[in-house]
Nanobody, 116 residues
Framework: QVQVVESGGGFVQPGGSLRLSCAAS????????MGWYRQAPGKERELVAD???????KYGDSVKGRFTISRDNTKNTMYLQMNSLKPEDTTVYYC??????????WGKGTLVTVSP
């Protein structure tokens, strides 16, 4: 079983930046994918970003050009650098890790609030 723990959420003004971290309890090079989803109240769950073991990245349309996902295999940690934040980015962000068996493990989420 894999445990993932998010950190780095908080309050920021529009146009500001935050970096989220997701620490895994296992060596992340053994995980095929890691990434982030978010779900605002009343809205569907949205893929924010995904990164494969080989470093291939994928982003949701609403964050392209503003967010950057990366992973540090030596620290078993994945990061989401969020720049040019907007009020509509406000929600809980959930980290996931996918094993080679195709199973996803989820964190409990970290809240990001973007407000003047």
């Amino acid at each position: 079983q894999v445990q993932v723990v998010e950190s780095g959420g908080g309050f920021v003004q529009p146009g500001g930046s935050l970096r989220l971290s997701c620490a895994a309890s296992t060596r992340i090079f053994s995980l095929t994918n890691m990434g982030w989803y978010r779900q605002a109240p009343g809205k569907e769950r949205e893929l924010v970003a995904d990164i494969t073991t080989g470093g291939i990245t994928k982003y949701g349309d609403s964050v392209k050009g503003r967010f950057t996902i990366s992973r540090d295999n030596t620290k078993n940690t994945m990061y989401l650098q969020m720049n040019s934040l907007k009020p509509e980015d406000t929600t809980v962000y959930y980290c996931y890790a996918r094993t080679s068996f195709g199973r996803n493990y989820w964190g409990k989420g970290t809240l990001v609030t973007v407000s003047p």
